[in-house]
């Protein structure tokens, strides 16, 4: 039961953070006009700042420069920067360079198509020693109750 509930809250957690963050950045990626990548970057800044996701990292045992949530929420408002100083008459190909720009930050490439750039674990950030914990002593109760459901009984 606990793994269970370590998966179910995990799960609820992406799909939380996918609502309130990973899903604005891909719309401002995607936008077609600098007032609404601005609009959906204000979005998803706006919950990274409630959620506390400001600086620190997502390891649990070491720190890799991917797990970087300083960096990844310094960028990210350096690209709302940007487009706010944007001037309103800027030529059009400054305008669109500006939107390959945010959506080269945003978007990586990777073997299984377009993925929004995150740090990995993210979505329970800033708790992530906490889950990796429940979660391997949740595998580890579970392991045991097959164990006692499975081979534990004595045939005389």
């Known amino acids: ?7 179910g809250i995990r799960i609820y957690r992406s799909i939380t953070f996918n609502i309130n963050c990973q899903g604005h950045l891909k719309r401002a990626a995607d936008a077609n006009t600098v ?3 601005k609009q959906e970057l204000k979005v998803a800044l706006a919950y990274m700042e409630q959620e506390n ?3 620190g990292y997502t390891s649990v045992l070491y720190r890799t420069p991917d797990e970087d949530v300083g960096f990844w929420h310094t960028n990210l ?21 500006m939107l390959i720009k945010l959506r ?6 990777t073997q299984y198509g377009e993925q929004v750039t995150l740090p990995d674990g993210i979505s329970v950030f800033p708790n992530n020693r ?4 429940f979660g391997i002593f949740g595998a580890i109760v579970g392991i045991v109750g097959v164990y006692l459901i499975f081979f534990s009984h004595d045939y005389y």
Do not use: C, I, Q
Request: aromatic residues 6%; negative net charge; proline residues 9%.
């Open 1 to 7: 039961m606990p793994f269970l509930l370590w998966a």
């Open 35 to 37: 007032d609404l990548a």
């Open 53 to 55: 996701m400001t600086g």
């Open 77 to 97: 408002t350096a690209s709302l920067t940007e487009l706010e100083n944007l001037k309103p008459d800027a030529p059009p190909l400054e305008r669109s360079n």
């Open 104 to 109: 080269e930050t945003l978007v990586d490439h």
């Open 130 to 133: 906490g889950y990796a914990l």
